[in-house]
């Protein structure tokens, strides 16, 4: 079973810094291109960052310059720096993947999320 998994949330103060994790886990060859959404509370899910299969990025125009995204190919993550933190940047962070499996078909997923709070 294939699956993406977030890591690294949790509780920090304001200018503090997070890395989260998005790991791909089962019949996976390759994690390809991944996209970082987050939804606050009671708000939608926004697209905030992503890094292509070239290992190209981009950010939203509200992160850049706070936030980072490398990968660790051999370990199939996604990581995203967040350097920092506000209040605002309070929410349920769930990243998008693109895996290559060990049959060459290509499939997306995401992942259940993980919780970021931000104290001021």
């Known amino acids: 079973q294939v699956r993406l998994v977030e890591s690294g949330g949790g509780l920090v103060q304001a200018g503090g810094s997070l890395t989260l994790s998005c790991a791909a886990s089962?019949?996976?060859?390759?994690?390809?291109?991944v996209d970082w959404f987050r939804q606050p509370p009671e708000k939608q899910r926004d697209w905030i960052a992503g890094?292509?299969?070239?290992?190209?990025?981009n950010y939203t125009d509200s992160v850049k310059g706070r936030f980072s995204i490398t990968r660790d190919s051999a370990k199939k993550t996604v990581y995203l720096q967040i350097n920092r933190l506000k209040p605002e940047d309070t929410a349920d962070y769930y990243c998008?993947?693109?895996?290559?499996?060990?049959?060459?078909?290509?499939?997306?997923?995401w992942g259940r999320g993980t919780q970021v709070t931000v104290s001021s």
């Open positions: 890094i292509t299969r070239e290992d190209r990025t």
């Open positions: 998008h993947g693109e895996v290559t499996l060990w049959n060459n078909e290509s499939a997306n997923y």
């Open positions: 089962g019949s996976v060859f390759s994690l390809n291109s």
